[in-house]
C-alpha cells in the first residue's frame, strides 16, 4: 500500500480529483496500490475501458510509456483526465522518465499538462487532458 506523500496536507483522492461516482482506472497498477482517501462512490477498475472520468497509468520507463500510450490515448474520452504516474527520484526510485520527456511525447497527440504532483511517496504524475480544441474530434472517433 502507498504511503502518502503528506507534505502537501492533501490526500491523494483530493489531488487526483476525485468526486463521488467518478469512474477510475488503474493501469498496470501493482496489485497493493490503492487511492488514499477515495469517495466510497467511486467505481475503480484496474483495466484500461473507454468509459472512465479519471485513469492513473503507471509507467516506469520511457519504453513504457512510448508502449502503451496510442492505446491509453485511444481510450481517454474527451472531458477525461489521464495522470501519467512514473518512479519518484526523491522516493529513491531509478527512473528515465521526466514530465519534459512525458510533454514531449503527448503534446502532438493533442494532450497537454495540467498539474504535476507527488502522488504517494514512490509516485509522481502529471495530469493530462484533451486540448479543448480537440475535445470535439475524439468525441466524433468514439
Avoid: C, N
Avoid at 80 to 104: C, F, L, M, N, Y
Wanted: charged content about 25%; overall charge positive; hydrophobic content about 45%.
Amino acid at each position: 500500500m502507498p504511503r502518502d506523500a503528506g507534505y502537501s496536507g492533501r490526500s491523494m483522492a483530493q489531488k487526483l480529483g476525485l468526486k463521488d461516482g467518478s469512474a477510475v482506472v488503474l493501469v498496470d497498477a501493482t496489485a497493493r496500490w490503492t487511492i488514499a482517501g477515495a469517495p466510497t462512490g467511486i467505481r475503480m477498475r484496474r483495466s484500461l475501458t473507454k468509459d472512465f472520468d479519471i485513469a492513473v497509468w503507471f509507467v516506469r520507463s520511457l519504453d513504457d510509456l512510448r508502449r502503451g500510450l496510442e492505446a491509453v490515448a485511444a481510450a481517454t474520452p474527451p472531458a477525461a483526465s489521464v495522470w501519467v504516474a512514473w518512479p519518484r527520484k526523491a522516493g529513491g526510485h531509478e527512473s528515465d522518465v521526466t514530465e519534459q520527456a512525458i510533454r514531449a511525447l503527448v503534446l502532438p497527440l493533442g494532450l497537454v499538462d495540467v498539474k504535476v504532483a507527488a502522488l504517494d511517496s514512490d509516485w509522481s504524475g502529471l495530469k493530462l487532458v484533451w486540448r479543448r480544441s480537440r475535445r470535439k474530434e475524439v468525441a466524433a472517433r468514439r
